[in-house]
């Protein structure tokens, strides 16, 4: 049962312009989220939260979107940068305990 | 910032044979640690949570006899995959949560374990 999901597999964006990546979620006990960019066998580097109580948060170029009522959630990266490129994880937690990852999308942006 | 070293990066054992995974969080206390275990091109599955001092709780469908976690202190959580096979096959990694709660999930940087 996959609680978190992100459908996108992969993602090819020119430099320069809008990196969006979607994450839906299942779960309404959900009260935090979390996106996470990951290179191949490294650990997840954390990148930015959203608290359910709240619908945007923006930090530099990273900006995520969260719509409780469709249970979905955003990352927006603008403006994108060839060293973005790598699988960026969605993760929600409920009530401050574990984290459940979605199942991953891969950005590559070419020049 | 908040670091967790998890070591080794990666080891090759034998079939039958156990390996130790250690995950220290070096400049803040852990109360919480998290094992989390990814096949390729798959998402994060989390395998167990750890609190310091008690017992680990394991998701279901984790051998708790075969994974084993111990977090004796507020710095180290090690997992011990026992009698491994070749479907033990995984990348390993830890999280670990400090003391304070402001949603600092900090992971270390993975272990490939190949069981041979």
Redo the contacts between chains.
Sequence with gaps: D?QVKQNSPSLSVQEGRISILNCDYTNSMFD?F?W?KKYP??????LI?ISSIKDKNEDGRFTVFLNKSAKHLSLHIVPSQPGDSAVY?CAA?PN?????????TRLQVFP | GAVVSQHPSWVICKSGTSVKIECRSLDFQATTMFWYRQFPKQSLMLMATSNEGSKATYEQGVEKDKFLINHASLTLSTLTVTSAHPEDSSFYICSARGIRLNYGYTFGSGTRLTVV
């Design positions: 996959q935090y979390l996470y066998a490294e650990g997840p580097t954390f939260s994880f937690s401050t305990d574990k984290l459940i990852f979605g199942t991953g």
